[in-house]
């Protein structure tokens, strides 16, 4: 499912934005990006969003900013003191007069350790951090749950359709061995009146019900219809459920082509053809769900 969550939060001179991503997928992928300093938090990152998203390509960015203070910025004066040397014999070599100011040598690389974070700051950091993950999967939470509501109102109108075609089925089934016995007696008592041969009432019997048999919906129907029922029952449980949905259409979709395969009647097939329509969307739609 899609959704977009972000969440801010700024606490003791640390500034912590969170961003969340989610983009339609059958399985879990997550990726994670944060600031220089905080890598070794993605493994909590990572159990953080599995606790609340099962399926979806998740992206994760984490941006974080502290406020320095002069205690952060340290000079060190053993490289400062080689540069004072080296500039000194340089000038001596070169001739060159004057000297080198002490703010010009100060923006030198290496002189000035700014202390940039680390494993120690990161771990400290991890309570604020993790409040504002939690805040913007929240906030993702939110905008999930409105696409699933319409999704939802989608997948009942498509098994309200399923299930009125349905009923047409079961309405029409016992009507094809009738239809079948009718035919077949009129087709044989014209050719057998064409050699003035009479039909014995049992061999026609024997016909129609092996017929009956091999045409017989009754349990692919029942199962069917438990089987949406199951569907909107599952639909309406609070907890995770779409593999379970995934699974309820497969075997739906099984179901009507078993039907649609033994029953010898062209209402019948137009009734099936719109049945598989229905559960392809709901096919398609739980493919993405929670």
């Known amino acids: 499912m899609t959704g977009f969550g972000e969440a801010h ?15 339609n997928s059958r399985f879990f992928k997550l990726s994670v990006r944060t600031s220089e300093g905080y890598t070794l938090l993605e493994p909590q990152i990572d159990a953080v969003v599995r606790k609340t998203i099962r399926r979806g390509t998740i992206q994760v960015n984490v941006n974080v900013d502290r406020a320095r203070s002069a205690e952060d910025f340290k000079i060190n004066a ?29 923006s030198l690389p290496g002189v000035v350790d700014e202390g940039s974070g680390g494993a120690a700051d990161a ?23 409105e696409e699933g509501r319409t999704m939802a109102a989608d997948l009942k109108a498509n098994c309200r359709t399923a299930v009125a075609c349905l009923d047409q089925v079961q309405r029409r089934a016992p009507l094809v061995v009738d239809a ?22 049992a ?16 349990e ?18 609070a907890e995770s459920s779409g593999r379970k949905l995934e699974f309820l259409a497969q075997e739906m979709l099984r179901e009507t082509n078993t039907i649609g395969s033994k029953a010898n009647n062209v209402e019948i097939a137009r009734q099936v053809i719109e049945i598989k329509a229905a559960l392809e969307r709901i096919r398609e739609m739980i493919q993405n769900i929670e």
């Open 180 to 201: 079948y016995r009718d035919r077949l007696t009129e087709r044989l008592n014209t050719v057998l009146a064409e050699y003035k041969i009479t039909l014995d009432p």
């Open 78 to 106: 053993d490289v400062l003191d080689r540069y004072r040397r080296q500039i000194r014999l340089l000038q001596q070599q070169w001739e060159l007069p004057g000297d080198v100011s002490l703010e010009a040598m100060l």
């Open 220 to 237: 692919e129907v029942v199962r069917l219809r438990s089987h949406l029922e199951q569907f909107n029952a599952t639909m309406g449980s």
């Open 123 to 145: 771990a400290a950091d991890w309570p604020v951090i993790d409040r504002t993950l939690q805040a913007a999967l929240a906030d993702l939470a939110r905008m999930r749950a």
């Open 9 to 23: 939060c700024q606490q003791d001179g640390l500034a912590v934005a969170v961003e969340v991503r989610s983009i």
């Open 203 to 218: 061999d026609l019997i024997k016909e129609v019900a092996l017929f009956a048999d091999r045409s017989d919906i009754s």
